[in-house]
């Protein structure tokens, strides 16, 4: 039996099979060994771990986050043992640190600086146990905030972004991401350039001239991975415009183990700094879509201030996927 480790070597496959099955199902727990719903190996106990859906449309949709909640975070190795098995692209550890709380992100192959959807279903786990209210969240190398309402079997989440910036997309980078996607400069809108962007963790973001090349988005896994991680990227955010405030977007994240993220608030903020940064006309607040061509449909609202590089407000609602 193939344990969490041995299932990361061929988590691309898993992946694929993870997409095709209902989310609430944990495709690496099936085939990962346990003992008592403890991860394999570690003390770590699988029974702390909320699955929340966040950016979701409504009840239905959004991007799965592991939520474990504890006095004190476990061990690194662990926290990565846990978000394998999990098996969502993120999983978000946190412990209290005097008014505030510690915050961590691992995907199942990596930790990660600063995950959104994430930390929107952190925002509406708290505000389940402890009330409506904002949150200071305290990353590795940034002290964000989250806030919570609760609403029925939803709970909205509004997160400020850690600090943005972009910068113009080396042209071998570039290249080699076309490439990989099988597009040509020909299927690129360049009233938006591509750049490399930035809200608390890096990205590289192509916007495509139509609906139609966004939909065919297909790469081979492992190259990716390897570009990507080379790269020092996170994800690569392919978007397209439907309007001057309403985009649809989809995100590759190979270098966390994930072929696509169906909702990624992380490059929400980066791309709505970004089109800040090139005085794009979006009148204090984008629109995303994402995850529609996954069956996943998440929904993600930006809000803009005027100051170059200050934190995007970024907010949606999250559903739990079990008891909380």
Partial sequence: MFTAATARDDLASLQKALFRAPYHTNMLQAIAEGDGGRVAGTGVDMTKVLRIAAFSDGNTGGNPAGIWIGDALPDASEMQAIAAE??????????????????????????????????????????????????????????????GHRDGNTVAATLQSPPTRSAPIDPLLRDGLLELFGYTTGDLDLKIPPARIHGGADHVVLALRSRGALARMAYDFERGRALMQKAGLITVALVTTETLRLFHVRNAFAAGGVVEDPATGAAAAAFAGYLRDIGWPHGGAIDIVQGEDMGQRSLIRAEIGDTAGSSIRVSGTARFMDEA
Avoid: K, M, Q
């Fill in 86 to 147: 999990v098996g969502f692209s993120e999983t978000a550890f946190a412990a209290p640190r005097r008014e505030a709380w510690r915050i961590r992100y691992f995907s199942p192959l990596r930790e990660v600086p600063f995950c959104g959807h994430a930390t929107i279903a952190l925002g509406a786990a708290l505000a389940h146990r402890h009330g409506d209210r904002t949150f200071e969240l305290h990353l590795n190398d940034a002290v964000i905030s989250v806030s």
